[in-house]
């Protein structure tokens, strides 16, 4: 409050004058969440943005591992205080810097892989096999063998995918324990088909069948993974009662018992989604209200079959989102300022679509480091790439920024630091504020020799302008 | 049909029949071991009339036990008493017929007698008859003028210096009706051969007994009461009770307070022509346990499982080591995942007089107890989470209607606010207060079960931030006095964020636990059926390989034993929780020894690490080391032993190491390393044991079953002996 007021005053200053206006003196909530035009970012777990940017460059990710590791343990805990046995993944397509995955894999998270390269970085980073789970639609010979050998996890996509994990099987002699990956509509979410069996059409009973006849493989566990940004709890509850109830009925009819029930990712971040109404706030749940929409069914659910003397199922989940996304700041600077035809003001900044993004589907919270004089106006917020798409923002009241001003973004932390681009740009520094106050980079700003390190020329492409050769010989 | 049960061979039959004979003797000084027994017989030689006395009696009443197929625990206790009364009256009666129809009137008197008190004793109070029927027997048979001793015995007639040694030693001589030094030698060498505690006990038993008796009637003839005093000692100090400081000193007051009972009777008995025999001893041993039975502490009385001191020093140990104090009431955690003591057992706040034996549970992180402000109920970690049943029983009494406090206030109106009683098993009733309200899902008069979800944490009542009270109380009267008790099968955060796996534990304020999990593989890789038979090959020091083998065997009392074809056994429980061994006796086999030490206490939970203190003496010392031991540790010695335990992906197997530390003296530890190999289908299937350079290995190579009747046996191979070495030998990751 003092804070505000001072800077209230120096509007006065005749130093620097500023043609009068007048404004509002809100900031409550409105039908359209708080006012937020006047917050600001200024530190980051108490370092300072500015001296980040003065020591790593612009734009920067910034990643604090304090709000990392709290986010992991209290959807840890969340769940751990409301079911007996519970194994926390961690998504690697959502960020598989090795400084993120390695913070959560000390938080006792595993890994959670979709391809072959994945499963190699996990492996890399110590990630033993059998702490691995391998979904995807797209596991080759080489990487099923890999993951068959070294007790991962393995989600069986396709029958196709079975008949050839079953050849591998019996050339390693082994009897793979393996799941299922089952789609089927909810109620509440759009249901994400192409992956795995459908339950309405009876391909899922019919696979968890195929499986129970064979010698070299043996069904240990069910997954599902409903969508991604999942807002309403009601749908989780909805797949655990489906899960379950499929689960009886294939431990009925196949005499399996299955060990593990997957329930996928999907919980959503404190992001705000484009074209949706309430504001995160509101909207997105926490991880205990997941929880207890999770464990609750899963209680109901596994009731009988406790009764019956089974020990209750291990609950799998695969939470990207949820644990990474505000614990990862972006932070760019103004570059140039203009004015729109429309009337708007247009910023462009030194960091676009090709590292955040996700800008295509949130409107991501944005800050500036110091809070700028002058009314907040509506403004574009645009990346440095020469495309029309690369916008940041649509549209943001902020009052008028000046060049070399510092923006926080946030949260960014889920799936930009995978799907970024190497565009036009060279993609900058990642660094990581510790939970000891230290600083370290942990993904260094590409140069030239990291982008044409993979490239070769041909001999005869050796030269751009032979011709110019000769002449100078 | 493999194994016949063909009738034992005449010879062997003879070597049983022989066995229990001296066994019986044995039991007077309360050991079975042949050997004992053969010393004690040997002592009633002394007196070849009361020896001989001794036999018909037995053989009458074992001719009575068997006719009339008495239990088994009366003929045991029949055979004893018909002894002594058989050993007294061929002592004091003249050879003479009627004399011997006597004999078999009172040894008949003696059984019938045994048969009418055991159940009754046992009933009012567990209390043992020790040798009262025969002492009942003796003063209605004893002829109204007895036989003085013979005086001169078998024993050569050696000039004992009179004093204290000599009566002492005429004193034990007289437990067999042989007061004779020679003979109290040789008793007093079957009781140290049987166990020294015992031995140390009948010598300073005695000793008490002689003060009280110099101090209150000087004089008096010493031997004839003497015994009374070693046995008293010796039946409350190590039989009947496990070994101890405040055992001890009821083990001496016993045998003091025998003194002056054997005084009294002595002047009431006389003028009838009767002695006081045993009743001293008999009444001095049932007024302390009866009394100690009300003891809380101090003595830990074994009265339905008498055994050797050493054998309850050692089972007190392991029951130390892995059960915490007795008498606890068992509870599991009434909550899933870590949660954190807010207030212990005698809490500063409000755990104290009547209710000081209460746990309190919330959940901190960074040192708060709630996220956001903490304005509102749903911002304290803890509130809204399933609330468990600690146990099995019937629900006495809900309440669920009381409102939550808002965070910082008490309602001391209501102050266990909402809340749930269960009637446990034993009686006690366990309360979990405090709940939310319209969250209790049981009704009074439901049976729940351990694990139960049965309400959730809330905010009602005495309780300024939602927290979850437990404790067990006494009646089902709200609020009626606790009683200690701990919680089992436990997951406890260490110094360093490690977990360390606790069989019970009582956590004390700010200590963060969380109950373990049962992982399906290792319960059904560590089962043991009744009747499986494990085929084992062992080696020593990499020299050739021979077999060994073991199978499951249930006790009559339905124990389950795990006992090798060498006789040696050990018992085990199989809880779904832990697998435990204990008790192992028989003769000396190194490899069922390295077995109980390479999985003698496994948790079949999630767990990694945890400790055990099994008995040194299945530590493979050197003979040095186990004179050293048995010099120096009477009550026997115990193991420092951490285990560790991580599962090999490549060998498809958990292994399970452990450190065995044996303090030989401050400052000398010896140490065994101990690595168990198993695997989900088969089991334990290779075990190595490693001290000092000296290896011992052990490696399964079949499992089998034992034939049923209309089950026939089978037996498989599981594993090739290559296949174990590759086990061995891959050098795989640690996971």
Request: with cysteine.
């Given at each position: 409050m003092n804070k505000s007021k001072s800077k209230l005053y120096s509007l006065t200053d005749p130093k620097h004058w500023i043609a009068p206006t007048i404004r509002l003196h809100g900031g409550g909530l409105n039908k359209f969440g708080a006012a937020r035009h006047h917050l600001t970012t200024e530190k980051i777990d108490g370092v300072p943005v500015a001296e980040l940017v003065s020591r790593f460059g612009s734009p920067l990710f910034v990643i604090s591992e304090k709000r990392l590791r709290e986010n992991a343990r209290r959807l840890k805990r969340a769940f751990a205080t409301r079911w007996p046995q519970v194994i926390n993944a961690w998504s690697y397509k959502t960020n598989y810097l090795g400084a993120v995955c390695n913070t959560l894999h000390q938080e006792g998270y595993w890994a959670e892989v979709v391809s072959a390269f994945e499963y190699e970085k996990a492996r890399l980073l110590g990630v033993p096999g059998n702490r691995i789970i391998f979904n995807g639609p797209c596991k080759l010979r080489a990487a099923l063998r890999q993951a068959a050998e070294e007790g991962a996890r393995i989600h069986l996509d396709s029958l196709d995918e079975l008949y050839l994990l079953e050849e591998v099987a019996r050339e390693l002699g082994k009897i793979v324990p393996?799941?299922?990956?089952?789609?089927?509509?909810?109620?509440?979410?759009?249901?994400?088909?192409r992956f795995g069996f459908n339950l309405e059409t009876g391909q899922a009973l019919d696979c968890a069948r195929r499986i129970g006849a064979s010698s070299h493989l043996r069904l240990a566990g069910l997954?599902?993974?409903?969508?991604?940004?999942?807002?309403?709890?009601?749908?989780?509850?909805?797949?655990?009662?489906?899960?379950?109830?499929?689960?009886?009925?294939?431990?009925?009819?196949?005499?399996?018992?299955?060990?593990?029930?997957?329930?996928?990712?999907?919980?959503?971040?404190?992001?705000?989604?484009?074209?949706?109404?309430?504001?995160?706030?509101?909207?997105?749940?926490?991880?205990?209200?997941?929880?207890?929409?999770?464990?609750?069914?899963?209680?109901?659910?596994?009731?009988?079959?406790?009764?019956?003397?089974?020990?209750?199922?291990t609950l799998i989940l695969e939470t990207g989102r949820a644990v990474v996304?505000?614990?990862?700041?972006?932070?760019?600077?103004?570059?140039?300022?203009?004015?729109?035809?429309?009337?708007?003001?247009?910023?462009?900044?030194?960091?676009?679509?090709?590292?955040?993004f996700t800008a295509f589907w949130y409107n991501h919270d944005v800050r500036p480091v110091r809070r700028p004089d002058g009314i907040?106006?509506?403004?574009?917020?645009?990346?440095?790439?020469?495309?029309?798409?690369?916008?940041?923002?649509?549209?943001?009241?902020?009052?008028?920024?000046?060049?070399?001003?510092?923006?926080?973004?946030?949260?960014?932390?889920?799936?930009?630091?995978?799907?970024?681009?190497?565009?036009?740009?060279?993609?900058?520094?990642?660094?990581?504020?510790?939970?000891?106050?230290?600083?370290?980079?942990?993904?260094?700003?590409?140069?030239?020799?990291?982008?044409?390190?993979?490239?070769?020329?041909?001999?005869?492409?050796?030269?751009?302008?032979?011709?110019?050769?000769?002449?100078?010989? | 049909m493999q194994t016949s049960e063909l009738s034992p061979s005449f010879p062997a039959r003879l070597a049983e029949q022989l066995r229990d004979f001296l066994s019986g003797y044995g039991a007077v000084v309360f050991t079975v071991r042949p050997a004992v027994g053969a010393l004690c017989f040997a002592a009633t030689w002394a007196f070849p009339s009361a020896a001989l006395g001794g036999m018909i009696a037995i053989a009458i009443s074992a001719l009575l036990s068997r006719s009339f197929v008495l239990p088994e625990e009366i003929r045991r206790a029949a055979f004893v008493n018909a002894l002594l009364t058989g050993l007294a009256l061929g002592?004091?009666?003249?050879?003479?017929?009627?004399?011997?129809?006597?004999?078999?009137?009172?040894?008949?008197?003696?059984?019938?007698?045994?048969?009418?008190?055991?159940?009754?004793?046992?009933?009012?109070?567990?209390?043992?008859?020790?040798?009262?029927?025969?002492?009942?027997?003796?003063?209605?048979?004893?002829?109204?003028?007895?036989a003085s001793l013979p005086a001169i015995g078998m024993l050569p007639r050696t000039e004992f210096a009179p004093g204290m040694m000599a009566d002492f030693l005429t004193s034990l001589g007289w437990i067999f009706f042989s007061p004779h030094p020679w003979a109290g030698i040789m008793v007093f060498a079957a009781l140290a051969l049987a166990s020294r505690w015992l031995a140390w006990l009948a010598a300073s038993g005695f000793a008490a007994g002689y003060i009280v008796l110099a101090l209150w009637a000087p004089g008096v003839e010493v031997p004839p009461l003497g015994f009374n005093f070693a046995l008293a000692a010796m039946a409350v100090g190590g039989i009947y009770a496990a070994p101890g400081m405040g055992t001890f000193l009821l083990a001496l007051f016993a045998a003091a307070l025998a003194a002056p009972i054997g005084l009294t009777l002595s002047y009431w008995l006389r003028p009838i022509g009767l002695f006081p025999l045993s009743a001293p001893f008999v009444a001095a041993t049932l007024i302390v346990l009866a009394g100690a039975r009300m003891a809380a502490r101090g003595i830990n009385l074994s009265l339905a499982q008498p055994a050797l001191p050493e054998q309850h020093a050692e089972a007190m140990r392991l029951e130390a080591a892995r059960l915490g104090p007795r008498g606890c009431v068992p509870l599991s955690a009434p909550f899933l995942g870590e949660w954190q003591v807010y207030q212990g057992f005698d809490g500063e706040h409000t755990h104290r007089g009547p209710w000081r034996y209460g746990l309190d549970f919330f959940i901190v992180e960074d040192g708060r107890s709630f996220s956001g402000e903490g304005r509102a109920l749903a911002d304290y970690h803890a509130f809204g989470l399933p609330v468990l049943a600690p146990a099995a029983g019937e629900v006495m009494a809900v309440r669920d209607g009381i409102a939550d406090n808002a965070p910082g206030e008490v309602n001391t109106r209501e102050n266990w606010g909402n809340y749930i009683l269960i009637r446990l098993p034993g009686g006690a009733c366990a309360l979990l207060a405090h709940l939310r309200q319209g969250s209790v899902t049981v009704a009074q008069g439901v049976w729940v079960k351990a694990g139960e979800v049965v309400a959730a944490c809330g905010n009602s009542g005495r309780s300024p931030q939602p927290h979850l009270h437990l404790h067990v109380q006494d009646g089902r009267a709200l609020g009626s006095p606790t009683r200690p008790f701990q919680l089992v099968n436990l997951l406890l955060r260490e110094q360093g964020g490690v977990t360390d796996w606790r069989p019970a534990y009582l956590p004390a304020q700010g200590e963060r636990v969380a109950p373990a999990h049962p992982e399906p593989a290792?319960?059904?890789?560590?089962?043991?059926?009744?009747?499986?038979?494990?085929?084992?090959?062992?080696?020593?020091?990499?020299?050739?390989?021979?077999?060994?083998e073991a199978e499951v065997k249930i006790t009559l009392a339905g124990q389950t034993r795990l006992t090798a074809t060498s006789g040696a056994s050990a018992a085990f429980v199989h809880t779904g929780a832990m697998l435990a061994f204990f008790d192992r006796s028989g003769p000396a086999d190194p490899w069922l020894d390295l077995l109980l030490l390479a999985v003698g206490l496994t948790p079949m939970t999630n767990t990694r690490h945890w400790r055990d203190a099994p008995p040194a003496r299945l530590f493979p010392a050197r003979p040095a080391m186990r004179g050293w031991l048995w010099l120096t540790r009477p009550l026997g010695a115990f193991l420092d032993s951490t285990y560790r335990r991580t599962w090999h992906e490549t060998s498809a197997a958990w292994r399970q190491s452990a450190i065995h530390l044996l303090a030989s003296a401050p400052g000398w530890q010896t140490r065994l390393e101990t690595i168990a190999v198993i695997m989900p289908e088969a089991g334990l299937v290779h075990a190595t044991a490693k001290t000092g350079g000296r290896l011992w290995e052990i490696r399964l190579v079949a499992i089998g079953q034992s034939a049923d009747e209309g089950i026939p046996a089978w037996k498989n191979a599981i594993l090739s002996p290559n296949n174990i070495e590759k086990l061995i030998n891959h050098t795989g990751e640690n996971t």
């Open positions: 393996v799941a299922m990956r089952l789609n089927f509509d909810t109620g509440y979410t759009d249901p994400w088909s997954h599902t993974h409903l969508g991604t940004f999942v807002t309403d709890t009601r749908a989780y509850a909805a797949a655990v009662r489906i899960l379950t109830a499929f689960m009886d009925t294939v431990e009925e009819q196949t005499g399996t018992v299955i060990e593990y029930l997957d329930l996928g990712g999907g919980f959503a971040s404190k992001n705000a989604m484009q074209g949706v109404y309430l504001p995160p706030e509101q909207l997105v749940p926490s991880a205990e209200q997941y929880a207890e929409a999770v464990c609750d069914a899963l209680m109901a659910g596994t009731r009988e079959r406790e009764a019956r003397g089974l020990t209750r199922p996304d505000d614990a990862v700041s972006l932070v760019a600077s103004v570059v140039a300022n203009k004015r729109l035809p429309d009337g708007r003001r247009g910023t462009v900044l030194d960091a676009g679509v090709n590292l955040m907040a106006e509506e403004t574009v917020l645009y990346g440095p790439m020469c495309m029309n798409i690369d916008v940041m923002r649509q549209s943001i009241q902020i009052p008028p920024l000046s060049v070399g001003d510092l923006l926080v973004f946030n949260p960014v932390g889920a799936y930009n630091n995978t799907q970024w681009l190497q565009f036009i740009e060279y993609r900058p520094n990642v660094a990581m504020v510790l939970e000891n106050g230290k600083v370290e980079v942990v993904r260094v700003r590409e140069d030239l020799a990291v982008v044409i390190g993979q490239e070769r020329l041909p001999p005869s492409l050796s030269l751009p302008f032979p011709e110019e050769r000769d002449a100078n010989v | 002592a004091f009666q003249p050879v003479s017929w009627p004399g011997l129809v006597g004999l078999g009137l009172a040894a008949a008197t003696t059984v019938w007698l045994t048969a009418a008190l055991v159940p009754l004793f046992w009933r009012n109070g567990e209390l043992p008859v020790l040798s009262l029927p025969f002492t009942l027997a003796l003063w209605l048979w004893l002829p109204a003028l007895p290792l319960v059904q890789a560590l089962a043991l059926p009744a009747g499986r038979r494990l085929y084992f090959e062992t080696r020593a020091n990499g020299g050739p390989w021979s077999e060994w």
